[in-house]
C-alpha cells in the first residue's frame, strides 16, 4: 500500500509545485496592483479577497469584478492571470490522470489487491504456477469442485485471460515469474492454509525451482498430501530424478502418464476403461451442453456426447506400431510398447538429435514416401507423435489415404484376376487379410488444446492431450488422494479382475462420469458409524444400504480399504525408533462381509446421488439405526425414555440373531 | 553538488529564516508583523512540503510530517487574521495579533525541528 502513495506523490510533485507557485505569484499580483473603490480612492485588495478571486477565477470565469469594478492594470494582470492558472490546472489534472493510467501504477494497484485477497484467504488453497492450457484446465476443475486456487503466471495477458475464461469465481491471480521466491511468497506460500504448490510451467528448470522454493520456504512443514502438496510437470527423466531426490510429492510427466495407459489399454481395454473413467475430467464445452438439451430426447445423440469418457473399451490391436516421431513422446510410447511386448517400427526427422533404434526411417513422416518406407501396410496402428499439431494430422490423413490406394489397386487386381480367372487361392486370403487391415488404429499427440477441434474430426482412435492428462492426474490426486493408490494396484491386475469391476460399475452408471469419493471412519467424519463400532462389528454391506429402504443398495461399490496397521504389541520399541512410517494394508475390491475398524479408509465409485445418501447415512445415528436394525430411533428425550424398553429388547434380539448365525456358520 | 539537495535544504531553511521575520517583534503590536511576511512564510512553507513527498527514508517521513505542522499552523494564522480583518467586526486588534503571532510561533517550532532534523542528516550522510 505504501509504494502506492508515495510512488502517486512522487508523480504529482511537479505538478503541485507549479500549481502552488502560480497561485503564489498570482495573488501576490493582485495584493500589489493598486485599485479604486466605488468613491474613487486607491484601494489595495487584500490577501483574503485576492486569494477568493483567483480561487473562482481559475475554474469559473465570470463572477465579476469584486469587490469593486476592476481598473485597467487589473485586468491586464487578470487575463495573464487566468491563461497561467487555467494552463497549469490542465497540466496537473492531465499529470494526475496519467500517473493513474501509467501501467507500472496499474501493476503496483493489481499488486496490491492481490496481496489483499491473498491476506484475506481464510480456506485451504493450492498454488497453480503456470496458467496454460493444462492451468487453465485445472484452475476451472478445482473451482467447480469449490477448491480455491492461487495462479501466478509469467504473462500477463494469460492473467487477464482467467479473469475472461473464470468470470464467476474469484481466482486471485498475479503476474510474475514463478521461479522467484518472492513471487511465491506474495502468493501465500508460506501460509498455513497453503495445501499445496502444483507446478505446471512449461520449462522444467522453473518447476524444478518452484519445488526447490517450496521446500525450503516452508521448513517447518512436511512436504506430504496429508500437510503441503507438491505436484510438478516434468518433460524429462533428468528433471523428474532431480525432483524426486528432495521430496516432491507427484511428479507427472505427461509422456510417461499417457504411454504408460496406452501400454495398458493395449494389455488390458478393460483396466485401461477403469482408470479412464476414475480420472476422467467432467470437463464438457458449453456448446456442447446446449447440443444435449436441444437433443436430449434423442438416445441416439447421447452416446455422441463429447465426454472426455468412451462408452465401449478401445481395443488396440496387436502388430506392428508405427511410431513418428522419437522425441521424449515417441520414446516413451516406444519403451511402454516394447515392454507389454508390441513390436515398433520408428520414423524420425533427425535422427542425429534423438539417437533412434536401428531399423528406424529418416523422414518426416508426413509424406507418403517415408510412409510406404516403414511399410504402412503392414502396420495394424499409428502414432503421431511429434511436437507440430499440423504435421500429426497430415500423418494420420497420409497413412489413411496411402492404405486406402493400396486397398483400391487390390481390389482392381482382383477384379482383373477373377475376369481372367488367374486366382490362387493363397493370393485370395492375403488380399482378404489386407481388407481387413484396412481400420489402421490411430493415435495423435495434440500439442495444442485451440486445436481440439480439427483433432476431433479427424476421427482418432486415441488422441493424446498433456493439458487434460495432467489436470486429470493431479485433480484426482487432490480431491481422493486413495484414488492414485488404488489405481497403482488396479494396474497391476487382470483383465477379468477389470471386466468385473466395470460390470459392477456400469450396472449403474448410466450415461454420466462415476463419482469417487473418500471416508474415514472416525468421530468427525462418521459419527454414525463410529457410534455403532463400539458396540459392536461392523459389515461392509451395512453402510451400502439404501437409507430410504434398507432392502435396496445404494448405487457404489468400494474399491479399496485402507487400513493403518497400528504395532501396538512392541510399545517399547515404538518410542525408542519414533518413526513417522506406519503400516498400511490395502485391500482391494472388498466383499459385503468385510468387517470395519476405526481408522480404516474406504475408497467409493458410484452415482452422485448415492455421495449424498451416503454422507447422511453415516453422519446421522438415527438413519444408521434404521440401516442396522430396520427400526427408527425416535429423536427427542421423552420418546427414547418410552421407546427404552422397546429398544432394549429390539438390541438384544439383533444380538441373538447374530450370535445364532455366526453360531450357524460354525456349523 | 546536487541540485535537488541544494533545493531542498533552501526551502527547508528559508521556511524558518521567514517565519521568525514574521515572529519576530513585539507580540500584540500589529505594526511589527507585517501580513506580506505571513503570505510568504505559507507559500514556502507549502513548496517545501511538496518538496518533502515522496521520500520514503524514515527522516524524509519526519520531516514531511514537521512540514505538515507548520502548514497547518500558518494557514490557521492566515485564518484568523482574514476572519477578524474581513468578517468580524472587532478588526486586527492587538489582542487578535497577539494570537496570530503565537499560533505562528508553533509553526516557527515546527520549522526548527525540521531544521535540525536537516542538520543531523547531512552529518550522518557525511558525503
Known amino acids: 500500500m505504501n509504494n502506492l502513495i508515495f510512488l502517486f506523490l512522487k508523480r504529482i510533485r511537479l505538478p503541485l509545485l507549479l500549481l502552488i507557485t502560480s497561485y503564489a505569484v498570482v495573488i501576490l499580483g493582485f495584493v500589489l496592483i493598486p485599485g479604486r473603490d466605488d468613491q474613487g480612492n486607491v484601494w489595495h485588495m487584500s490577501f483574503f479577497h485576492a486569494f477568493y478571486f483567483v480561487s473562482f477565477m481559475g475554474s469559473t470565469i465570470g463572477f465579476g469584478e469584486i469587490p469593486y469594478e476592476f481598473t485597467n492594470a487589473q485586468r491586464m494582470w487578470t487575463v495573464f492571470s487566468i491563461y497561467i492558472t487555467v494552463t497549469i490546472w490542465l497540466y496537473s489534472i492531465g499529470a494526475v490522470l496519467s500517473t493513474l493510467q501509467n501501467p507500472t501504477f496499474k501493476k503496483i494497484l493489481r499488486e496490491n489487491e492481490f496481496r489483499r485477497k491473498i491476506r484475506r484467504i481464510k480456506e485451504p488453497f493450492y498454488l497453480i504456477c503456470g496458467y496454460g492450457d493444462t492451468g487453465k484446465l485445472l484452475a476451472h476443475e478445482l473451482a467447480e469442485n469449490h477448491i480455491l486456487s492461487v495462479v501466478i503466471d509469467i504473462d500477463p495477458e494469460r492473467i487477464d485471460d482467467l479473469l475472461i475464461n473464470e468470470p464467476y469465481v474469484d481466482i486471485p491471480a498475479l503476474a510474475g515469474?514463478?521461479?522467484?521466491?518472492?513471487?511465491?511468497?506474495?502468493?501465500?506460500?508460506?501460509?498455513?492454509?497453503?495445501?499445496?504448490?502444483?507446478?505446471?510451467?512449461?520449462?522444467?528448470?522453473?518447476?524444478l525451482k518452484i519445488a526447490i522454493a517450496a521446500r525450503l520456504l516452508s521448513k517447518k512443514r512436511v512436504i506430504d498430501d496429508s500437510d503441503l502438496m507438491l505436484v510438478c510437470r516434468a518433460e524429462s527423466s533428468d528433471a523428474e530424478a532431480n525432483m524426486a531426490s528432495f521430496g516432491t510429492s507427484h511428479i507427472i510427466n505427461p509422456y510417461e502418464v499417457f504411454a504408460r495407459r496406452l501400454a495398458l489399454s493395449v494389455r488390458s481395454p478393460s483396466a485401461y476403461l477403469v482408470y479412464e473413467w476414475l480420472t476422467s475430467v467432467h470437463y464438457l464445452d458449453e456448446d456442447d451442453n446446449e447440443d444435449d438439451i436441444s437433443e436430449g430426447e434423442d438416445n441416439q445423440n447421447k452416446s455422441d456426447k463429447t465426454h472426455l469418457v468412451r462408452e465401449e473399451p478401445i481395443c488396440p490391436p496387436k502388430g506392428l506400431w508405427v511410431i513418428c516421431g522419437y522425441g521424449r513422446f515417441g520414446k516413451a510410447v516406444a519403451r511402454h510398447l516394447n515392454y507389454v511386448g508390441i513390436q515398433t517400427r520408428v520414423i524420425e526427422a533427425m535422427p542425429e538429435l534423438t539417437h533412434p533404434p536401428e531399423g528406424s526411417i529418416?523422414?518426416?513422416?508426413?509424406?507418403?514416401?517415408?510412409?510406404?518406407?516403414?511399410?504402412?501396410?503392414?502396420?495394424?496402428?499409428?502414432?503421431?507423435?511429434?511436437?507440430n499439431d499440423a504435421n500429426n494430422l497430415s500423418i494420420i490423413i497420409t497413412a489413411k489415404d496411402e492404405l486406402k490406394r493400396v486397398w483400391q489397386t487390390r481390389q482392381q487386381n482382383r477384379a482383373f484376376n477373377s475376369r481372367y480367372h488367374l486366382l490362387v487361392d493363397d493370393e485370395l486370403q492375403q488380399e482378404e487379410l489386407a481388407q481387413e487391415q484396412h481400420k489402421l488404429f490411430t493415435v495423435a499427440r495434440q500439442n495444442h488444446s485451440h486445436n481440439k477441434d480439427v483433432f476431433k474430426q479427424a476421427e482418432l482412435d486415441f488422441i493424446m492431450q498433456p493439458a487434460s492428462i495432467i489436470a486429470g492426474e493431479i485433480l484426482s490426486i487432490i480431491k481422493t488422494p486413495m484414488l492414485d493408490r488404488f489405481l497403482s494396484l488396479a494396474r497391476r491386475q487382470k483383465d477379468a479382475w477389470a471386466n468385473l469391476l466395470i460390470s459392477r460399475i456400469s450396472s449403474f452408471i448410466e450415461e454420466d462420469v462415476p463419482n469417487t469419493w473418500m471416508l474415514e471412519i472416525s468421530e468427525q467424519q462418521t459419527p454414525a458409524v463410529?457410534?455403532?463400532?463400539?458396540?459392536?462389528?461392523?459389515?461392509?454391506?451395512?453402510?451400502?444400504?439404501?437409507?430410504?429402504?434398507?432392502?435396496?443398495?445404494?448405487?457404489?461399490?468400494?474399491?479399496?480399504?485402507?487400513?493403518?496397521?497400528?504395532?501396538?504389541?512392541?510399545?517399547?520399541?515404538?518410542?525408542?525408533?519414533?518413526?513417522?512410517?506406519?503400516?498400511?494394508?490395502?485391500?482391494?475390491l472388498p466383499e459385503g462381509d468385510f468387517e470395519i475398524q476405526k481408522g480404516d479408509q474406504l475408497l467409493f465409485c458410484g452415482d452422485s446421488e448415492s455421495m449424498n445418501l451416503m454422507c447422511w447415512t453415516v453422519s446421522n445415528i438415527n438413519v444408521y439405526n434404521y440401516l442396522r436394525t430396520g427400526y427408527e430411533l425416535p429423536g427427542g428425550y421423552v420418546w427414547q425414555w418410552i421407546y427404552k424398553h422397546k429398544l432394549l429388547r429390539q438390541e438384544k434380539l439383533y444380538s441373538q440373531k447374530e450370535s445364532s448365525g455366526t453360531k450357524a456358520s460354525i456349523k | 553538488m546536487d541540485f535537488e539537495r541544494v533545493s531542498f535544504a533552501f526551502f527547508i531553511v528559508f521556511a524558518l529564516t521567514i517565519n521568525f521575520g514574521f515572529f519576530a517583534g513585539d507580540i500584540d503590536n500589529p505594526a511589527h508583523h507585517h501580513v506580506m511576511e505571513l503570505y510568504a512564510a505559507i507559500i514556502i512553507s507549502l513548496i517545501a512540503t511538496i518538496i518533502k513527498l515522496g521520500d520514503r527514508t524514515h527522516i524524509g517521513s519526519v520531516l514531511l510530517a514537521t512540514?505538515?505542522?507548520?502548514?497547518?499552523?500558518?494557514?490557521?494564522?492566515?485564518?484568523i487574521w482574514g476572519y477578524f480583518q474581513h468578517v468580524s467586526d472587532t478588526g486586527v486588534t492587538p489582542d487578535v495579533m497577539a494570537t496570530i503571532v503565537s499560533v505562528s510561533g508553533g509553526a516557527l517550532i515546527a520549522n526548527i525541528t525540521s531544521v535540525v532534523l536537516l542538520v543531523i542528516e547531512t552529518v550522518v550522510v557525511r558525503r
Not at chain 1, 177 to 206: F, M, Q, W
Not at chain 1, 364 to 382: D, Y
Open chain 1, 362 to 387: 529418416h523422414g518426416k513422416g508426413t509424406e507418403a514416401i517415408t510412409l510406404r518406407e516403414a511399410n504402412i501396410t503392414e502396420a495394424v496402428a499409428i502414432v503421431a507423435g511429434t511436437d
Open chain 1, 530 to 588: 463410529a457410534y455403532f463400532l463400539k458396540q459392536g462389528t461392523i459389515m461392509l454391506d451395512e453402510m451400502l444400504r439404501h437409507p430410504r429402504n434398507r432392502d435396496k443398495s445404494l448405487n457404489c461399490v468400494v474399491l479399496l480399504v485402507h487400513r493403518k496397521i497400528s504395532r501396538l504389541p512392541n510399545q517399547k520399541n515404538r518410542q525408542s525408533a519414533p518413526s513417522k512410517r506406519e503400516h498400511f494394508k490395502d485391500y482391494l
Open chain 2, 67 to 79: 512540514s505538515l505542522v507548520a502548514d497547518l499552523h500558518l494557514l490557521a494564522a492566515a485564518f
Open chain 1, 177 to 207: 515469474n514463478a521461479s522467484y521466491p518472492e513471487v511465491l511468497e506474495k502468493a501465500g506460500l508460506t501460509k498455513p492454509d497453503c495445501r499445496g504448490v502444483i507446478a505446471l510451467t512449461n520449462k522444467d528448470h522453473v518447476n
